[in-house]
């Protein structure tokens, strides 16, 4: 694709990705998509709350 490289390591195993910001601006929403389902893998073991009770946390440090 136009506007990205990857960066290789000694083996030649690809680390690590550069994407031009012309490139993310044309793709913004994509990009945003693609981190979204990324941050949501990593956060699938984490403990869940109810709703209520994050309303509730939300609310005790005055978020909400």
Do not use: C, H, W
């Amino acid at each position: 694709m136009k506007g990205v490289s990857f960066l290789l390591n000694e083996e030649n195993q690809k680390i690590a990705v550069q994407i031009e910001l012309k490139t993310i601006a044309k793709y913004q929403k994509k990009i945003e998509d693609l981190l979204d389902g990324i941050i949501a893998e990593t956060r699938k073991n984490e403990e869940k709350l109810p709703l209520s009770q994050v309303i509730k946390n939300l609310k005790k440090v005055g978020k909400l």
